[in-house]
């Protein structure tokens, strides 16, 4: 059974920073494409970066790019999210996700099948 754990989320102020770890179990990260997505009160999941199983292509959102990024540690089974320059509007629930398909790359949020429970990040101005 796939676990994935967010970890790492807190309350920082504008302009800090904060790194979000995923952790897997059950799944052996390194051939699935794992992305984060976060979710603001009132709104739609928005998918904000990703990383494929090869490590070596990145994905971001037009509103997280040059402040956010995606690594990963295969060998600890574990997706980063390092949060630079944090505003306020980044203020959501985080969450990791891994597609159902490995060896497969989307953003979509209907193809991954497997949810962290996700971390608060509060941004006060």
């Known amino acids: 059974q796939v676990q994935l754990v967010e970890s790492g989320g807190g309350s920082v102020q504008a302009g800090g920073s904060l790194r979000l770890s995923c952790a897997a179990s059950g799944v052996t990260i390194s051939v699935y494409t794992v992305a984060w997505f976060r979710q603001a009160p009132g709104k739609e999941r928005e998918f904000i970066a990703s990383?494929?199983?090869?490590?070596?292509?990145?994905y971001y959102s037009d509103s997280v790019k040059g402040r956010f990024t995606i690594s990963r540690d295969n060998a600890k089974n574990t997706v980063y999210l390092q949060m630079n320059s944090l505003k306020a509007e980044d203020t959501a629930v985080y969450y990791c996700?891994?597609?159902?398909?490995?060896?497969?790359?989307?953003?979509?949020?209907?193809?991954?099948?497997?949810w962290g429970q996700g971390t608060q990040v509060t941004v006060s101005s």
């Open positions: 990383i494929r199983w090869n490590g070596g292509s990145t």
């Open positions: 996700a891994v597609p159902r398909t490995s060896y497969y790359y989307t953003q979509s949020p209907k193809a991954f099948g497997s």
